[in-house]
Structure formats: C-alpha cells, structure tokens
C-alpha cells in the first residue's frame, strides 16, 4: 500500500490556516458517561432511519462509519491527525474519549473492562444509525474493539486491532502485571517525587515508548500525555490503574466468537505490545488478516496519519462488501508483511 502524496500543508494539522478545522467537538452521554467527541462526516442529528425497500437489492448501500478508540492514558487527540485526512477524503468518522480518560468522566470503582464494554456498545449503537460500524482501536483501544466483536449483538461490520496487549507483550507491561514491587516503592518513598520531575521524566520516557522514533515525536502530542501525570499523586493512581487493567487482560478475550472481519496490526517498533503479540492474536482469529509494519512504534496514528487513515478506509471499504457479500474477503497490502 502506498501512501497518496498530498502538498505540503500552510499549517500545521493538514490545512491552510484561512480554512475551519473540519474537526467537530461536541460533548455527548454514552452509557450514562458524559465524553467529549471528535467529528467528521454527516452529524447524528441528521442521521436518517434507512427506507425499507420490499426488494433488498433496490436498497442503496451505505458508507461506512469509522470508530477510532484510543489507548490508556491517551485521548481522542490521539487521532487529531488521521480524522483531518478523513475529513479531506469525504470519509464519516468519530473519535471518542474513554471513560477515565482525556475530557471523559471517570471511570467508577471496580472492574474497568465492563464499564469500557458499555461504553463501546453505546457509541457502536449510536453510530450504527448512519451506517455501517467498522471499528478501529490502538492497544487498549484495539481490546475494547475486540471485545465488542465478541458481542454478537452489536452492529460491528468490522476490526482493527492495532497493538492490542494481552497476547505476548513486552517486559515493560509483565513487570506491571506480574511484580508490583517497583509501584510500591514508588508510592512508598518517603518524600513524593516533585511535580516538575515527574514532568521532566515524563517527557523523556514518553516519545520513547509511544513513537518509532523518539527525534520525530509532535511536541504537542507528547505535552497532552505529560498533562496526565502533573504530580507524585496523579502518577501513583495512574500506576496502580495500569496494574489493574492489565490483570484484567489474563481473560480478557473469548476470540471464538469473532465472526467480522478483523485486520490485526503489528508495529515492529512497538516498545509496549510487541509484534508477536499481533502475530499471536491473528493465529487464534484465522479468517483474520494480519499487517506487519517494522516501522511503526506503539501508535502509529501518531508515527503515520496518512497510511493510518488510508489503511482504515481501504479495510472498511472491503468489509463492508464482505457485509453485503460481493467479496470474498477485504485485501490488505502492505510495504512490510501482509498474511492471511
């Protein structure tokens, strides 16, 4: 797959500065959690029921709706970039901030999963009304994706997992799972941590973990995930949350029951969810597709926004023609690794 060139934006984020940001912002209830949306595309205000028509092939079908999730202690932001190509290439899509995360109200006491399985359910229902859902998820976001397709009752006409955890992930993430020992002493030291250190090493550690290429990060990107460990206590609870979540993952998954199409994504520079793990995850799911990228880290909306936003749209197109039964299956190329 190659990457259509475009020119060189006036601005930063892909447009001349005299254009509107094609992005919407709203704030919406999703599973009786208040959230901010991100936006391209046809509003659900003016969504329509579709016509009943006695013959189905007199119906016309209709384009797909792309749901982007994001990762832990990331936002909707994170997919800032690949809506605005969206929004160039006329293509309907909404990023969400998950429970707990980004502008989105907290996550309550308790397992986390169930309540980000609600949550997911919602916005898969609201979106279903405009047409058909491809979902698409980066690391927790790629569970949450995953675990919907296991609801046979929601209206998913397709996956992308893209770094989902779970399956053979990285030392960095068995350490939190399997020793707690390192977040202990953090929350034990006798004098907490200044705020600017935990800033200063957040900055640091951040493009690391997150980008192929640590020199290439956006400095705005690596800014909002340093906002969310602004001192000694935010950091602690941040920690303690991450441990949980990733217990929660040892059952995470009954992928047997994923019938839609499913594209499984691996980055071979992903520092959190290696990928093996993807290699791993496509050979429990075999109808799905898997794309190896070497040169991709953890978030590769953040390392590629085009090639993310054009992948999206060729995979979602070919689901939904598997839907509808005019193809045998979505096919996917790649620069690196393509299986089926």
């Keep these: 797959m190659t990457a259509t060139k475009r020119p060189a934006p006036a601005v930063r984020g892909g447009r001349p500065s005299s254009e509107p940001d094609p992005i919407r912002v709203s704030f919406r209830r999703f599973a009786g959690v208040r959230t901010r949306v991100l936006e391209v595309g046809p509003p659900v205000a003016e969504a329509e029921a579709p016509k009943r028509s006695r013959k189905r092939a007199a119906e016309k079908p209709r384009a797909p709706r792309l749901v982007l999730l994001h990762g832990y202690c990331d936002s909707a932001d994170t997919w800032r970039a690949v809506l605005a190509e969206f929004a160039a290439a006329g293509v309907a899509a909404i990023a969400v901030d998950l429970p707990g995360f980004g502008d989105a109200q907290p996550l309550r006491p308790g397992p986390m999963l169930p309540q980000l399985d609600a949550f997911t359910a919602a916005v898969v229902r609201e979106q279903a009304v405009l047409g058909p859902v491809v ?21 998913i006409a397709g996956v992308v997992s893209i770094a989902a955890p779970g399956f053979v992930d990285s030392w960095l993430v068995r350490t939190v799972a399997r020793n707690p020992l390192p977040l202990r002493l953090f929350s034990a030291l006798p004098v907490p941590v200044p705020g600017f250190v935990v800033r200063a090493v957040a900055e640091q550690v951040v493009p690391r973990l997150l980008y192929a290429d640590a020199a290439a990060a956006d400095v705005t990107q690596v800014r909002r995930f340093t906002t969310l460990f602004p001192d000694y206590r935010a950091t602690t609870s941040r920690l ?46 075999p109808h799905s597709r898997l794309l190896v990228r070497e040169d991709w880290g953890h978030c590769p909306q953040l390392d590629d926004p085009p090639e993310i936003a054009e992948l999206l749209t060729f995979f979602a197109a070919g689901a939904i023609r598997m839907a509808g039964g005019k193809d045998s299956a979505p096919a996917v190329a790649s620069e690196d690794t393509a299986a089926g």
Excluded at 135 to 148: D, V
Excluded at 263 to 284: E, F, M, N, Y
């Design 135 to 155: 979902l698409a998820g980066n690391s927790l976001g790629g569970t949450m994706s995953l675990r919907a397709a296991q609801n046979p009752r929601l209206p």
């Design 240 to 285: 303690e949350e991450a441990r949980q979540l990733v217990s929660e993952l040892a059952d995470a998954y009954q992928l047997d029951r994923v019938q839609v199409p499913l594209l499984v994504v691996a980055c071979g520079k992903d520092k959190l969810v290696t990928s093996a793990s993807g290699r791993q995850l496509h050979t429990l799911v």
